[in-house]
């Protein structure tokens, strides 16, 4: 049950989850016997050329970062989200942590299960995801519990940038915005961008 805000006409609710519009992320680790995990994550943002991400605390991406850093983060396109949805319901744990049980089932080969391919990296030892538009090698510099000890706070940093050609705004080193849309992960359900509105005054891409 909600109540009313009258003064300014909203009401107090209290969703499960706040994933209010952000960029789906699949992060490419290294397993302890070398192989390849790959997972999708729905909490990330940039920080100059560090990237902050929230993970749960007892997942199997979380516990490779903390004994090997190397990672990649790898944006897809709204086009590629059933491959991230086929994603959802692995993991990487065997046998399946207690709160997954039921849900949850293990997959070791993540890629074949998504129907993704992966592709070398040139930096950092775990695979970028072939087809994602921008793949960023990165490193793990800090990996630390949140203040509720549910998830994991990881903070990398960002060592290069694999960016499809058709998305980079001719002779530059600058993203097209016009042409590169993120898979958005809008309260558990899948969006791509609208139409654009305007842009910021420190936009280094200005239209008109």
Request: glycine share 8%.
């Given at each position: 049950?909600?109540?009313?805000?009258?003064a300014?006409?909203?009401?107090?609710?209290?969703?499960?989850i706040?994933?209010?519009?952000?960029?789906?992320?699949?992060?490419?680790?290294?397993?302890e016997?070398g192989?390849?995990?790959?997972a999708?994550?729905?909490?990330a943002?940039?920080?100059?050329?560090?990237v902050?991400?929230?993970?749960?605390?007892?997942?199997?991406?979380?516990?490779?970062?903390?004994?090997?850093p190397?990672l990649v983060?790898?944006?897809?396109e709204?086009?590629q989200?059933?491959?991230?949805?086929?994603?959802?319901?692995?993991?990487?744990?065997?046998?399946?942590?207690?709160?997954?049980r039921?849900a949850?089932?293990?997959?070791?080969?993540?890629?074949?299960a998504?129907g993704?391919?992966?592709e070398?990296?040139?930096?950092?030892?775990?695979?970028?995801?072939?087809?994602?538009?921008?793949?960023?090698?990165?490193?793990?510099?800090?990996?630390?519990?949140?203040?509720?000890?549910d998830?994991l706070?990881?903070?990398?940093?960002?060592?290069?940038?694999?960016?499809?050609?058709?998305i980079?705004?001719?002779?530059?080193?600058?993203?097209?915005?016009?042409l590169?849309?993120?898979?958005?992960?809008?309260?558990?359900?899948?969006?791509?961008?609208?139409?654009?509105?305007?842009?910021?005054?420190?936009?280094?891409t200005p239209?008109?």
């Amino acid at each position: 049950m909600h109540t009313t805000d009258i003064a300014a006409g909203h009401v107090t609710i209290t969703p499960s989850i706040l994933y209010f519009g952000t960029p789906v992320v699949l992060l490419s680790t290294e397993n302890e016997d070398g192989s390849a995990n790959l997972a999708p994550i729905s909490s990330a943002w940039a920080l100059g050329q560090v990237v902050v991400m929230g993970l749960g605390a007892e997942g199997h991406t979380g516990g490779n970062l903390a004994a090997r850093p190397d990672l990649v983060i790898n944006l897809p396109e709204p086009r590629q989200w059933a491959a991230v949805e086929r994603l959802a319901p692995l993991t990487g744990s065997d046998p399946v942590p207690p709160d997954k049980r039921g849900a949850f089932r293990h997959e070791p080969d993540k890629f074949a299960a998504a129907g993704l391919r992966p592709e070398p990296s040139e930096l950092v030892r775990p695979p970028r995801v072939a087809g994602c538009p921008i793949q960023l090698e990165a490193r793990a510099a800090r990996v630390r519990l949140d203040v509720s000890d549910d998830f994991l706070i990881v903070e990398a940093r960002v060592l290069r940038v694999h960016a499809d050609p058709r998305i980079v705004v001719p002779g530059t080193q600058y993203v097209d915005p016009a042409l590169w849309s993120p898979l958005i992960y809008n309260f558990r359900h899948y969006f791509g961008l609208g139409d654009e509105l305007g842009h910021s005054f420190r936009s280094e891409t200005p239209r008109g």
